[in-house]
């Protein structure tokens, strides 16, 4: 393979990394919640019931804005179902996942995990089943200082300082017809816009994420956004996109070159916002809340057959998936500028980077890529020219055989190189136009034997990140050396 050559320059910058693209999700569905962070019954239960191997585990991806409690769940959830003493709460047969929910895990033990982990809570509001009000009393349940019925019932709870929780969303995927309480975008708008209303009037400081159009495979894929956004107006911060992606066709160039469907995702709801804005001559800007994203295509049991905490959508992921994951975190690198908030869904057993076993617990290859780039996430991203080799997916279209993002921090430059090659090692060129590369602080490199590689409980470190010293440093440049199908996290000192 021909040499790659990444141009970079100092002055080129996008935007500013948001932290919070480094998010997670956790949805009552499967064995997330139950079996997952919290079991108490676990050898490895702390005195809350949380699971320490996992948070252990979780810790290292240093996750920040945390999305609860779906999902698909959160259209038919009442908050106040999952607050109060725990032999008070209602069992119920939820609807989403056809589950049963003892409502053990709510509110109160959400917010704990939150600052156990030092996540950033981040909340769904039901706009499928529940009301507006219903929403602007969870608001006040979480925000306010006792002296008014919901604060006062969150203090009664054993939490007499407000949450201070910034983060909601207004509803998941209302567009999808199998969502409880799915309508029209317009009927959508109003039911939305008189939510963040009320949340909004309780308190001024909250940020408010609408729900957009949830794949790009529906009719209503735009439109949908354009009459929500032109609905709520500057009521809305964020917009909402989804995402899920396979290797369906077992094509793997062609699964790997996702990244141009990803950026162009992006880019279009992005201009879904920007019309809106210049339409209502606002001087608001509506930003991307990538609130759901992952590889899932293998695993596709949804139905709980009206069972707890069944095993469902337990997906496992090998080499192949771990490099999408990196496109993913490349794509919203380089869309910085607009790209504040992502979250990937979910976090452990279901579509997640972990899986327990009894009291055993397995580090997906997914788990990888994620570490490896959030230790590297502070400064701002740079624009990146690819001058290198290319290949033509089946469906993706063109693409280099290296993908890539950049981050420049404070006498630092973080590089991120994906080699798609399934065969050829790359020699890649770290080429800072106004800057000198002086050397090499730490690297990290994932690769396997195959594309379909994956960890096991039983062989448990078939794919995993390795220290990585193939990166030479000479007048003011560097070269690096890819094997085939691997991911490289690197940063040089400037």
Known sequence: MKDTTIHLHSAFQIGQVDPRIFGGFLEHLGRAVYEGVYDPKSAHADEDGFRTDVLEALARLQMTAMRYPGGNFASGYHWMDGVGPRESRPTVRELAWQSIEP??????????????????????????????????????????????????????????????VKLWCLGNEMDGPWQLGHVPADQYAIRAQQAAKMMKDVDRSIELVACGSCTTGLPTYMEWDRVVLEYIGDLADYV????YVGNRENDTPDYLAITNSIDRQIEEMDAVCRFVQARRRSNKRVYLCFDEWNVWYKNMQMDGEGKFAPHLIE?????????????????????????????????????????????????????????????????????????????????????????????????????????????????????????????????????????????????????????????????????????PLSVAALTFKL
Not at 138 to 157: H, I, K, L, Q, S
Not at 240 to 243: K, N, P, Y
Not at 372 to 377: D, E, L, N, S, T
Not at 396 to 407: K, L, P
């Open 315 to 483: 997906e496992v992921y090998n080499l192949e998936d771990a490099l999408v994951v990196a496109g993913f975190l490349n794509s919203f690198i380089r869309h910085a500028d607009v790209v504040k908030i992502a979250n990937l869904a979910q976090i452990v057993n279901v579509i997640a980077p972990l899986l327990t076993r009894g009291d055993e617990l397995l580090i997906q290859s997914i788990f990888y890529p994620f570490e490896m780039y959030a230790k590297r996430r502070k400064g701002v991203a740079l624009r990146a020219v690819v001058d290198g080799p290319v290949y033509v997916g089946k469906t993706n279209g063109t693409v280099h055989y290296i993908d890539t993002s950049a981050i420049l921090g404070e006498g630092y430059l973080h590089i991120f190189l994906t080699n798609r090659s399934l065969d050829e090692a790359a020699t890649v060129h770290i080429a800072p136009a106004d800057c000198a590369i002086i050397g090499l602080e730490s690297a990290e490199l994932l690769t396997g034997p195959d594309p379909k590689a994956a960890n096991s409980f039983e062989q448990p470190n078939v794919v995993q990140a390795q220290p990585f010293a193939e990166a030479q440093c000479k007048n003011g440049r560097a070269t690096v050396q890819l094997p």
């Open 103 to 164: 409502n053990h895990f709510g509110t109160d033990e959400y917010i704990k995990l939150c600052r156990k982990m030092g996540w950033t809570p981040m909340l769904t509001v039901n706009l499928g089943t529940g009301t507006p009000e219903e929403a602007r009393n969870w608001v006040e349940y979480c925000n306010c200082p006792p002296g008014t019925r919901y604060a006062d019932m969150r203090a009664a709870n054993g939490s007499p300082e407000p949450y201070a």
């Open 240 to 243: 909402s996109l989804h995402r």
